[in-house]
């Protein structure tokens, strides 16, 4: 009987052994692959932080970094009345910075209140329907963001306002913050949805009403997702381009008035990739100076966004 049983323990043997090396198989190829995905991701980014550096060092090579940091004069393309070019970014700084304010000044705070709505007030049936109502907001192209900023929105803001110009800063950030107004509401909902309903339960226990429940235990509880989002939106609106090109305008200066035409760095990238610069001269090598500072604009932002997220992290 014995030899009969090992007959039969040697197929099933070698089919476990033929399925254990084809798992083998399966795990290494797909190791493989998730690697390569990755190195991909990395490769990517080296790549465009490498064109960058060579390719302003052209640009550096004749102009100051002092001067283009602390300008406050930008025309590399037209000479001025005196027949000079400026290349102070400060300008194109400022109008990034004032668009992305009036931005976070909307989005924020609309993106929070909706997010406390729906994972605190809102019923299940509620949720299932808003949640992807106002994330398809996200998925609609900026150039049609921009179109409705200029003939829609600035219109009503010139009826209000009549100093208004018609490509102005107030239109293009305002329009803005609803594009990134998803983007904050989803992620802060999912960080408070992840606050584990214990803590909720407690504190209803101690006789705390809904409101105080959403604002003194699951906001603080969920404040690292919910800075996650601000950094990334402000990011987004720092990096946007086809809506500020569109409806902002494209005259560089130095303002706070959101009434005025101004310039951001995006829109200034395209305005330089239209053509009307020669490649390889210094006009062109501004684009990819104004990119580089751009570039460690979000950098910085990301590295601050990930050190508040470790510094309030909650583990449940």
């Known amino acids: 009987m014995e030899p009969t049983n090992n007959m039969e323990r040697g197929p099933a043997l070698q089919a476990s052994l033929g399925r254990r090396r084809k798992g083998e198989i399966t795990e290494r190829v797909a190791h493989g692959l998730f690697l390569a995905a990755a190195l991909v991701s990395v490769a990517t980014t080296v790549?465009?932080?490498?064109?960058?550096?060579?390719?302003?060092?052209?640009?550096?090579?004749?102009?100051?970094?002092?001067?283009?940091?602390?300008?406050?004069?930008?025309?590399?393309?037209?000479?001025?009345?005196?027949?000079?070019?400026?290349?102070?970014?400060?300008?194109?700084?400022?109008?990034?910075?004032?668009?992305?304010?009036?931005?976070?000044?909307?989005?924020?705070?609309?993106?929070?209140?909706?997010?406390?709505?729906?994972?605190?007030?809102?019923?299940?049936?509620?949720?299932?329907?808003?949640?992807?109502?106002?994330?398809?907001?996200?998925?609609?192209?900026?150039?049609?963001?921009?179109?409705?900023?200029?003939?829609?929105?600035?219109?009503?803001?010139?009826?209000?306002?009549?100093?208004?110009?018609?490509?102005?800063?107030?239109?293009?950030?305002?329009?803005?913050?609803?594009?990134?107004?998803?983007?904050?509401?989803?992620?802060?909902?999912?960080?408070?949805?992840?606050?584990?309903?214990?803590?909720?339960?407690?504190?209803?226990?101690?006789?705390?009403?809904?409101?105080?429940?959403?604002?003194?235990?699951?906001?603080?509880?969920?404040?690292?997702?919910?800075?996650?989002?601000?950094?990334?939106a402000i990011s987004r609106a720092i990096g946007e381009t086809m809506l500020v090109t569109i409806a902002a305008g494209a005259t560089p200066r130095m303002t706070l008035n959101p009434f005025e035409s101004i310039q951001t760095m995006t829109a200034f990238i395209v305005q330089v990739s239209l053509g009307e610069a020669p490649r390889g001269s210094l006009e062109y090598n501004t684009l990819f100076a104004v990119g580089l500072l751009l570039f460690f604009m979000t950098l910085v932002m990301n590295v601050i966004g990930s050190i508040t997220v470790r510094r309030f992290r909650e583990s449940y």
């Not at 000044?105 to 809102?122: D, Q």
């Not at 049609?144 to 200029?150: C, I, K, N, S, T």
């Open 47 to 232: 790549g465009i932080v490498l064109t960058l550096f060579v390719q302003s060092v052209g640009f550096f090579s004749e102009v100051s970094p002092w001067e283009f940091l602390t300008g406050t004069e930008w025309s590399p393309i037209l000479k001025d009345e005196n027949g000079a070019r400026h290349y102070g970014v400060l300008p194109l700084v400022a109008g990034t910075m004032l668009v992305a304010v009036i931005a976070a000044a909307l989005a924020i705070p609309t993106g929070v209140g909706i997010a406390i709505f729906l994972s605190e007030y809102a019923p299940d049936r509620v949720r299932k329907v808003l949640k992807p109502a106002i994330e398809v907001l996200a998925g609609i192209p900026t150039v049609v963001y921009g179109y409705f900023a200029l003939t829609f929105v600035t219109p009503i803001l010139r009826s209000i306002f009549p100093e208004l110009i018609f490509f102005n800063a107030l239109s293009a950030g305002l329009v803005m913050g609803l594009m990134i107004v998803p983007m904050i509401s989803s992620l802060s909902e999912d960080a408070m949805v992840a606050v584990p309903r214990s803590l909720r339960q407690a504190a209803y226990a101690l006789g705390a009403t809904r409101f105080e429940v959403a604002l003194r235990v699951v906001f603080p509880a969920a404040l690292s997702g919910i800075v996650a989002s601000f950094i990334l």
